[in-house]
């Protein structure tokens, strides 16, 4: 039996090993814990872990050991994410401690003047990627340039805090770039490793790390490119590993492409339908959260938009900007709005861009400064809007032109004037589209219940549940949650929490609760609190509590920020029952952490932070008020 120090890891080894996604890893140390604490500690880890995975990297079997040492089923479901069709897994070996693994990795633009999330070169790596781009680009006879190109993770999370060194990734960034601009597909899934010199595939350094990973740390690896001189050492770990994957070891860059690369490029899209078939895909983005596989097209699009189509760029700068702001960026977002707004605001843009993408362009820039803090400008950007909206009679764009700006009045308190707008929206929906009425009606019975007009926000209730569609279930499922959720949210903000408890008491809000992380997060925060306020606190603090690992695939994201808001709020409430402890303590400062510090926020959320900060330490009615200011701001944020 192997003693405990010998199974135990240290603390850098579990660091490495989230940031590596190595999910088996961390199953194995936690099921070998001695003692409740480093149990639980373990699978902490191992949830960060399994959060920051990259699509298809855990096995099935791995999945079923972390169910049953009981992690969030939640975090257990393999998402999937589209990849970029010019995606490698890319062996890299942790520094500190040798320990190999394998990323989705890509050559994509840097659209907007900041390095692609989580990936840092060091000067040497930076210099092989730069050059392996270059040969691609002679290579496939691609003339633009190539100075705004890098490498980065499908995963961003998952590389957050590492540096690249080396140049073992130059084959990777070479076949990357080639199927970018080829229309060549790679082969899913491929493992390649290798340095370049001139035209061949050189050897590189820590092979056996990265061959353990690739044949052992993951499950999907089906074709494993090495250079020649590796070959050896390949052949007796896949032996040695039982591994089916296919072996391959290129000489040179002809041979490393044919091998990789699908033989038939994808005919070049038209950049109209290109850019029109992305617009439909990002209407339905929020469903599924599918703003990371949209981020890597959009920025392909906006990397080689043809010139002279500065109608075609301004939407793709826009949409990529509303895909960053989703992914939890919104500084980068702000940057890619401004830099669209300077080209609409070009001599020929003024002739060439449509009243529809310019009122679209204020829409994002609207709802991005608000998550900036910066409300009084984002209610210029929405009147404006509006305006455009207005005067060039697009009812659709009208139509979510006046939401944005109901939108950003409720976050700035102004709920009277949230209401008139809400309900223009919704004259317009019931002639627009009255099938998809449902949100108009949510949104305005927020405002509604926030003016303390209840009585109003109860009878758009009614009306709105007349109005559900009668088409597939889970659709009208859907729609009933999300009217819950603002009911709810107008009962609550009138104190009628025993009504809350009984209108969420329905099968389709429990559904939501467990499954969307809109409204779901709504759904719980307000559901736990309304259940502590009537005397079913454990209930209540059970749901608050595990709002944090209860989906995720959403927590990837700004949602983060949301799930870690229901923590302060359980924290606030714990103070007010006389159940504070040491395990909420930490769990506060955990959530602190979440709140975000970009933009205007500093200024907008600071002094209640730093109230909650330095009332931790002694906890009682100062802490609690500080808890229910910053919960407020944080939630006009949302």
């Known amino acids: 039996m192997p003693s405990r120090e010998a199974t135990r890891p240290t603390p850098i080894e579990i660091d490495v090993a989230v940031r590596a996604g190595r999910a088996d890893r961390l199953v194995r140390w936690a099921a070998r814990a001695r003692g409740v604490a480093d149990r639980r500690f373990l699978i902490t880890h191992l949830e960060r872990a399994l959060l920051h995975s990259d699509p298809g990297a855990v096995s099935e079997r791995v999945r079923e050991q972390a169910r049953a040492l009981g992690v969030d089923p939640g975090l257990l479901v393999d998402v999937g994410a589209r990849l970029p069709s010019n995606a490698v897994l890319v062996p890299l070996v942790a520094d500190e401690t040798g320990e190999g693994f394998l990323r989705w990795m890509y050559v994509t633009y840097v659209v907007a003047a900041e390095e692609p999330d989580g990936v840092e070169l060091d000067p040497r790596a930076r210099a092989t990627v730069t050059r392996a781009i270059g040969l691609a680009a002679r290579q496939a006879g691609h003339t633009r340039t190539q100075q705004h190109l890098t490498l980065a993770a499908v995963q961003p999370g998952g590389l957050t805090g590492m540096r690249l060194t080396g140049t073992s990734h130059g084959a990777a960034a070479y076949v990357s770039a080639l199927a970018l601009w080829t229309g060549r597909a790679v082969r899913r899934p491929t493992a390649i490793t290798g340095a370049l010199e001139g035209a061949r595939v050189v050897g590189v350094g820590g092979m056996p790390a990265k061959l353990e990973a690739a044949l052992s740390g993951r499950a999907d690896v089906a074709l494993l490119v090495v250079p020649p001189s590796e070959r050896a050492q390949a052949l007796a770990a896949l032996r040695a590993g039982r591994s089916r994957a296919e072996l391959c070891t290129p000489r040179d860059l002809d041979a490393l492409a044919d091998a990789v690369l699908a033989p038939e490029a ?144 409720t976050s700035r308190g102004r709920h009277a004037r949230a209401v008139g707008l809400f309900r223009e929206a919704l004259v317009l929906t019931h002639e627009h589209r009255p099938h998809a009425c449902t949100r108009s009606h949510a949104y305005l019975i927020q405002a509604l219940g926030r003016s303390g007009d209840l009585a109003g926000a109860r009878r758009e209730h009614r009306v709105a549940t007349r109005h559900l569609p009668d088409g597939p279930p889970d659709r009208r499922a859907s729609d009933e949650a999300w009217l819950a959720a603002s009911f709810a949210e107008a009962l609550g903000a009138c104190e009628r929490w025993r009504d809350v408890v009984r209108l969420l008491d329905l099968p389709a809000v429990r559904a939501a609760i467990e499954g969307a992380p809109l409204p779901g997060l709504d759904l719980r925060r307000l559901l736990g609190l309304a259940l502590v306020r009537t005397g079913a606190a454990g209930e209540g603090f059970e749901l608050l509590a595990s709002s944090t690992v209860t989906r995720g695939v959403a927590l990837d994201s700004h949602l983060g920020f949301l799930a870690h808001v229901a923590v302060l709020v359980e924290a606030e409430e714990r103070l007010a029952c006389a159940m504070w402890n040491d395990d909420i303590a930490g769990r506060a400062r955990a959530a602190l952490v979440h709140v975000p510090r970009y933009g205007a926020l500093p200024r907008f959320l600071g002094p209640s932070l730093r109230a909650v900060e330095r009332g931790l330490g002694r906890p009682g009615p100062a802490l609690r008020r500080a808890l229910g200011r910053l919960v407020a701001r944080c939630l006009s944020l949302v």
Do not use: N
């Open 266 to 409: 994808k005919r070049p899209p038209d950049p109209e339908a290109e850019v029109a078939r992305v617009r439909a895909e990002l209407g339905g983005a929020w469903t599924a959260f599918r703003w990371p596989e949209l981020r890597a097209p959009l920025e392909k699009l906006a990397g080689e938009m043809p010139r002279g189509r500065p109608d075609l760029h301004v939407q793709v700068l826009t949409m990529l900007a509303a895909a960053r702001r989703h992914l939890g960026a919104p500084e980068a977002s702000h940057a890619l709005l401004e830099r669209a707004t300077r080209l609409a605001a070009g001599a020929r843009a003024r002739r060439a861009v449509p009243d529809g993408p310019l009122a679209y362009l204020h829409m994002q820039r609207a709802m991005t400064l608000q998550k900036l803090g910066r409300s009084s400008e984002a209610a210029r950007d929405a009147a404006r809007a509006v305006a455009i909206a207005r005067r060039a009679r697009l009812r659709g764009d009208l139509l979510k032109a006046l939401g944005c700006a109901g939108l950003v009045e």
